[in-house]
Nanobody, 128 residues
Framework: DVQLVESGGALVQPGGSLRLSCVAS????????MFWFRRAPGREREAVAG???????TYADFAEGRFTISKDNAQKTLYLQMNNLKPEDTAMYYC??????????????????????WGQGTQVTVSS
């Protein structure tokens, strides 16, 4: 079965950086679409970024220029590099996968959040 395990969340000061990781098992990363979502207290879950093949997409305006999605197919690991963190970035960050998303459907998943599998999340807290 497909399993997704996130790590890397921590308490950091504003302006700091973190790199989140998502280790996948039971699947091949090269044939799947992978995503990062987040949910802040009192807010709905929102899309952050997605990647298919070698085409990363930063979906949200808040992530542009600060967050970068990438993956290592051989290591079966998805990454989210977050720089210049702000207090409003405080949230639970989730890794998600859609095993079959041909063409540009991976962009639709960022909007609909209709992924096949989800991790348990890793907590990011940005505070002084």
């Amino acid at each position: 079965d497909v399993q997704l395990v996130e790590s890397g969340g921590a308490l950091v000061q504003p302006g700091g950086s973190l790199r989140l990781s998502c280790v996948a098992s039971g699947m091949t990363l090269g044939t799947a679409c992978m995503f990062w979502f987040r949910r802040a207290p009192g807010r709905e879950r929102e899309a952050v970024a997605g990647i298919k093949d070698d085409r990363p997409t930063t979906y949200a305006d808040f992530a542009e220029g600060r967050f970068t999605i990438s993956k290592d197919n051989a290591q079966k690991t998805l990454y989210l590099q977050m720089n210049n963190l702000k207090p409003e970035d405080t949230a639970m960050y989730y890794c998600a996968v859609k095993l079959w998303c041909p063409g540009d459907q991976y962009l639709s998943v960022l909007r609909t959040q209709e992924a096949n599998y989800w991790g348990q999340g890793t907590q990011v807290t940005v505070s002084s």
